[in-house]
Every structure is written in structure tokens, then in C-alpha cells.
């Protein structure tokens, strides 16, 4: 019986975006299957769609949103037997800046940059605790699973060094996928007195804002790596976070789960 070729999008039922980022090339081979997921919410996923994940070899869910989100969308998988679940608010305490959009400015990219120069701390314990799961599959998500997981996307697959050709192609995929979720978020987002305009400027999938968050990092420190370890980053985290992306037999060399 032949085995089923990976497909890119996981359909689980109650998700939009569920993502594999296996099958990128790199010039040690091409990143592993069912090694890292990224994803949309999962409050909406139904129970056979928690068994796809589970089947896929799910062992971490990281979740990226915020206490207000966590609240009324709570995780389904946060007390999931065998799966462990840890919460790290990626934007806390961030919001588009009036400077960016008074200016005409990429309100997007601005979000990013606040991103990566002030929450480093939050940025390292998710890379940290993706480094030090074992062997399985670990899902990294928000709500709509393009920005702060897009953030992670993009500095995982640079660190397997993919190239800046298809992480601006993995980052715009979510695009299309998403489409169903645009009303729903626009009116979440003016219930909670949020200026819809603007907030309309935040759900576009544009490959550009990718390509100039990693010219932001080249600029600033001169690499991704460089920027990893300017956050605290070591260089043994870095290498099993490699491993974890491009080893084929990482599950027996990492077997430090926490």
C-alpha cells in the first residue's frame, strides 16, 4: 500500500491555514515533513480535525495570541493528553503606531519591526521551546496564522536557510486560505473598538512585507542568526532548531522535551 504524498495544507476540519513547512528546498536537502505546522486558530477545530493532528504526529502547540484572545477563543489542545501546550503572547502590549499610519507607512511592517526590536524575549521562548521538543510535530499558530506566526515561519525556515524566494512564497500563501475569515475578523475587530480602516491594512498577505522585515534584519544585524543571538539565542539552540527542520533522524538526537 503506497503511502500518501505530504500535502502543504493539513485539512482539518474547523481550520483554514494549517500549514507544513516540509519540502522547501535548502542546500542540505529539503525541510522534513511533519516536523512544524503553522496554523490559524484552533477554537474552531472539530474533533476529527484534532485527530488529523494528532495522527500527523502532533506532540507542541505554541499559541501566539494574546490573554483577551486566549479568553474567548480558548485552545482545545491546552489540555489535550499527550500533546504539550504552551501560551506566549508574541504582540503583547503592541499596536500599530499613529507615526506609521499618519505617514503613509506600512503599517504591517512597522508591526514587525516592533516585533522583532521588542519582543525578543517572547521570540526566543518560542524558538527556545520548539528546539527542546523531542521527537513528533510541534504547531505554531495565532488567529489567522499570518503574522506573528509568519514572524516564526520566516525565521525558522531562514535559519534551514531556505530561500528568501519561498518564504515570501510560504508567507503569501496564506493570502487565499484566509479569505473565508476577513469578515469575521473586520467585525471581531470593531466590536472591540478598533478603527476598521486601518485594521483593514493588517490583514493583507503582500510577499513584499516579508521580504522588507528580512531586509530590516540584514540591515540591523547583519543576519537572521545574528539577530537570534542578539536575543539569546545560543549556537546549540540554533543547531537543533536545524535539526529539527532538516535531520532525518532528529527524533533520536533530541530527545529533551520541555
Known sequence: MMTPAPQRRLAADGTYNIRDLGGYKTP???TRW??????DGLHRIKPDGMAILLQAGLRKVIDLRNDQELETSPNPFAKQEGVTYLH??????????????????????????QALSTRGAAIRAVLEAIANTGGGTV???????????GIIAGLLLSIAEV???????????????IAPLIDE????????????????????????????????IADTYGS?????KTIGLDDETLARLRSRLLDADHSNKNEKDK
Open 163 to 177: 530561500s528568501r524566494e519561498l518564504i515570501l512564497a510560504d508567507y503569501a500563501l496564506t493570502g487565499d486560505l
Open 88 to 113: 506566549v503572547s508574541l504582540f503583547d502590549g503592541l499596536s500599530p503606531r499613529s507615526a506609521a499610519v499618519n505617514a503613509g507607512g506600512d503599517v504591517l511592517l512597522d508591526l514587525y519591526i
Open 139 to 149: 504547531l505554531f499558530h495565532c488567529t489567522a496564522g499570518k503574522d506573528r506566526t
Open 185 to 216: 475578523l473586520v467585525c471581531d475587530a470593531e466590536k472591540h473598538g478598533a478603527d476598521v480602516e486601518t485594521f483593514r491594512k493588517l490583514l493583507g498577505s503582500d510577499p513584499n512585507v516579508m521580504s522588507a522585515m528580512l531586509d530590516y
Open 34 to 39: 511533519q516536523r512544524m505546522l503553522r496554523s
Open 224 to 228: 537572521v542568526q545574528s539577530y537570534l
Open 28 to 30: 542540505d536537502g529539503e
